[in-house]
């Protein structure tokens, strides 16, 4: 059986902190080793759940912003670029980078329909897309919430 | 990388052929600039100077190191207490172009060795030190900035009760400009904190920024330099105050607040302060996500720019997401329940 990704990282942190970290007294190594500490611990929290994650937050986002474009009857660059790729790529086996370049895109969107939103706020049908898009900012945020909280807590450098 | 005699004979250059640099040192952290103590002998004497320029593709904070040195050569002619400014270097042959400021060395530490030490003493020890460093901002807050020179090159809010609304404007700026990401719950919650803008100051001031432990240089527990301007600004005092790095929590905070109000002259807002608290977690997203931009592009590909600029910028942004929606009371309460970590997010940009 081959080993793991995560496994294979945790042995990368072990043997720095068993054999490296002991023998270092300057103060940039340390601050070098910690920075070092922190991302492999980032790593082995996101690597395994990236690609399900961002395709499940995808394609809960794809949905979400073509009822958003349909509600609002708002002609959006950004909205168009995320809905015209989505689907293609939502469909099958996806590339993480892929699946980490359609979801910036989607992100885009989301940030520019935010301000249209505001723009028309009191407005019925901006208020509810508003709201469902600020339940899918938190849901996201709470995916994502692993791969940094509480690993990047602490001492920053 | 600077060795020291081309650093030698830089200073030699500025300074003059007897001047020779004996030994220098890099501070620690230093990730948005870096900061060099250099000691020269000159003719037998021995001089002290800080060295400070830019890292490798750019500062974490977007702020051009002249503005820093253009602040700290301003206050030197006041009361403030800061390190004598001597030059700044546009683009030096000896950085491959990045900016220099030197300054002249002070006697002193940013360290306080033994302050958080158990019992009374140590307890009252805290209490004096943030009562000192209470009278140094107050004595920054009160500096009249037309008679001294600021206006002239400090971005000035219209009016007192403008101040919130000028620095919220500014930076969200600086957000649209320098962000690596679209960060739409960032932006969401700028919507949020809009909503809740103190809308009163008790006066325009020039504001540090990042204050307080570890910014700071100490000598028999006074401050004898307030030293890391790049964060400079002009509005609210209660901003300051939200930037006080341990200093409110060092000692009893209304002790030290009624002590700085009493030789300001005026008073602190304590809404306003809480309103500041939670801003200044929005601005750090900005402030250090800028520093990721030269690790993208290949300029800076070191993992302090990763960790403060990607890793802690997504923190804060999940810290937002704790408090978007929320009483800016209860916001404030959450953020300053996150500062008791010892190692706080706004050293991150030192």
Sequence with gaps: MMPTTQQMLAAVQLALQE???????????????RSVDVILNHLQARVPVEGPMLHEDSCELAALLASAQTRLSHDEPALNAFLSEAPALLDGYARVDALQALNHKGREAVDALLHHCHARKGDTAADAVHADLHAWLLKHADRESGFFFPTYVGRPV | MIDQQSLSDYFAARMGADVRVTRFKRTFPGISRETFLVWTDEGGKEGGYVFRTDALGGPICPVPLEYEYRIIKGLYATAVPVAEP???????????????????????????????????????????????HAEKLATLHSLDLEATGFTAFVDMPASAADCARFDFDRWM???????????????????WLKEHLPTTAPRISLCKGNNGMGEEIWKDDKI??????????????????????????????????RHYEEVAGFRIDRSSLDFYRVWEVWKAVPTLNNGLRPFLSGENPRVP??????????LFEQLLAMMIGKPIDEAAHIVAEWRKSPYRPENAAN
Aim: proline share 6%.
């Design chain 2, 173 to 191: 700026g600086i957000f649209r400009e320098v962000r690596t990401d679209p960060f739409p719950l960032v932006t969401e919650a700028a919507y």
């Design chain 2, 224 to 257: 004898v330099a307030l030293s890391d301007w790049e964060l400079a600004f002009a509005g609210d005092p209660a901003q300051d105050w939200a930037l006080s790095q341990g200093m409110l929590t060092l000692g009893d905070a209304e002790t030290t607040l």
């Design chain 1, 19 to 33: 054999h490296v970290a002991p023998r270092i007294d300057d103060q940039w190594a340390q601050s070098a080793l």
């Design chain 2, 305 to 314: 720019r990763l960790n403060l600029g990607f890793g802690r910028v997504k």
């Design chain 2, 86 to 132: 001597l030059w700044f270097d546009a683009a030096p042959a000896l950085t491959e172009g990045r900016p220099v400021m030197v300054r002249r060395m002070v006697d002193g530490s940013n360290d306080l060795p033994g302050l958080y030490d158990e019992g009374a003493e140590a307890a009252a020890r805290r209490q004096r030190v943030a009562l000192d």
